[in-house]
Each structure stands twice: as C-alpha cells, then as structure tokens.
C-alpha cells in the first residue's frame, strides 16, 4: 500500500479534528493501517492562543515534527490534525521566528501527501483550550492563507459553502493518493 501524510490546516475551531476523525474512521474500514497526530498545542506545557510565546510556538512545532517522525516510521497513512504551516503561523503572529526556522518549515511543508485547508464557517465554540477571540481567529486564517499563496503549496480547499460535503472531498483525495498505480493493459 502506498504511504499518505495528509494534514488538515486552517485556524482553530473551524472542524479540523472532527474531519481528521471521520476520515480515519472512513479509511479504517477499509482496513488502512494509519495514525493521527493530534494538535499539538493541547498538550503544551506554556501558555498559547493570543499570550503565547517564542518559545511556547517553538515547542509546538518541533512537538509537532517529532511526532509526526514517530508515526510515519510506524503507520503507513498518517492523518495529521494540523501542520507545522500552521504551527508556524502561529509563531509568526507571536513575534519574529528565529533563524533557520523558516528553511525548516519550507523543507517539512513536503513531507506532506496532502495538505487540505478548512476555512472558517460558525462562529467559535470554547473547548476550554483555544482562544475564543474571533478577531485572533481570523488574524491565524489570514495569515495562513498569505503563508500558502507566497509558498504556492499545492493544497486541496474546502468550500465554505458545503460543508455537508468536506468529508466526501477529503475521503475521495485521499482514496486516489492510496489507490495503487494503473498497469497499462496492453504493451
């Protein structure tokens, strides 16, 4: 089978999580061995969302890297809950990243198979961990989608506008990245 590296990016609340669930619960049943690194930032030891720092986002995204080495030497398919674009963003917006963290980023940006972008739909819901500042929230979205354009990262958007449907498009890219290669039939 294939290796696949997907991660979905986008800000927090939008419903990365509960896609990345779905999609593993869909893939599972089609017997695909895989993993999910979950965020990150959850289990950060220093304070994130509008009073993180430096060395708070720094944590976050190599967190992010080491876990995302551990479950590709492991998994076959490994479905990410974020990125490090996305961790890095958030580094962005907490103050000037220190040298080499940009060629780190750039570099890391293609391990991914797959990189699916989900935009903002509903207002924020508090989960008791992410800041519930819609401004801030928009503030991480914005600048991602500057991050993207400027890299010109190849990434699968999902319509704002059908969102009933984000989970059949990301099952759909995923199954074509997993599905082996056609033989030519004749020669």
Known sequence: ???LKLAFIGTH???KTTLCYGLAARLKAQDVVLD???EVARR???PIN???SLAAQSWILHTQIADELVAGARHPVVL???SVLDNYVYLLLSGNPPPGLEEL???WLGSYDLLVYVPIVDALRPDGTRSTDPAFQRAVDARLLRELDARGVPTLLLDADD???WLDVVAAAAEEHLAPPQLPLLA
């Open 1 to 3: 089978m294939p290796e």
């Open 13 to 15: 609340g939008v419903g």
């Open 36 to 38: 999910i690194v979950h």
């Open 44 to 46: 950060c030891p220093l």
């Open 50 to 52: 509008e009073s993180t």
């Open 80 to 82: 990410c809950d974020r």
């Open 105 to 107: 980023v750039t570099s």
């Open 163 to 165: 969102r009933e449907g």
